[in-house]
């Protein structure tokens, strides 16, 4: 099984990740970082959920001897160093890893969302965001740009920093929990 991005196994519009839902996607392996992931499965879109922006996938013919990632069962702290891991179309063909730190948590959305300094691009989405114990925490999942705003009074004031954000791996559980629940 593998979690990833509503929005990377669903290719529909701001409106509505459901409007072009895959069944069939693929996942790739490769055990060279150096490399392009060259052995690819298909994978069965087995759930999305538009409310948490996350998709449960099955791997067909998985691999053998792949090590699924442990997940981290305590809650990260700010300041708690992380590493996300992705292919951001910058990046080129090869894993590109990001260094940062826990700076926060957003609950304003209804899910809680993990603030993090280490830089998401796209392609990013859907990887794993991982502690120090190599344990996933979170689900990289957006980046939000820093933005300007002349309000109609005259004041400017600047939006924040590039602000990046993982799903909580405690979302995650929460919501395969309830889907196993059924």
Request: charged residues 30%; aromatic residues 2%.
């Given at each position: 099984m593998v979690v990833t991005n509503a929005?990377?196994?669903a290719a529909g519009s701001k409106n509505s990740y459901l409007e072009k839902q895959c069944t069939t996607l693929k996942v790739g392996y490769t055990t060279d970082d150096?490399?392009?992931p060259s052995v690819f499965r298909n994978a069965?879109?087995?759930?999305?959920?538009?409310?948490?922006?996350l998709a449960l996938l099955k791997v067909s013919d998985p691999l053998k001897g792949v090590?699924?990632?442990?997940?981290?069962?305590?809650?990260?702290l700010i300041g708690d160093s992380l590493t996300v891991f992705g292919y951001p179309a910058l990046g080129g063909e090869t894993i590109t890893v990001s260094n940062g730190v826990v700076s926060g948590f957003d609950l304003s959305g209804g899910s809680e969302?993990?603030?993090?300094?280490?830089?998401?691009n796209s392609g990013n989405s859907g990887g794993p965001v991982v502690d120090m114990d190599n344990k996933v925490i979170g689900v990289a999942s957006a980046a939000n740009q820093a933005g300007t705003e002349c309000t109609d009074s005259g004041e400017y004031f600047t939006d924040g920093q590039n602000i990046h954000l993982a799903r909580s791996i405690k979302l995650v559980s929460d919501?395969?929990?309830?889907?196993?629940g059924r």
């Open positions: 929005h990377v196994a150096r490399e392009a069965q879109v087995l759930e999305i959920s538009e409310r948490e922006d090590k699924s990632l442990e997940l981290q069962d305590a809650q990260p969302l993990i603030k993090i300094s280490a830089v998401i919501w395969l929990n309830a889907r196993n």
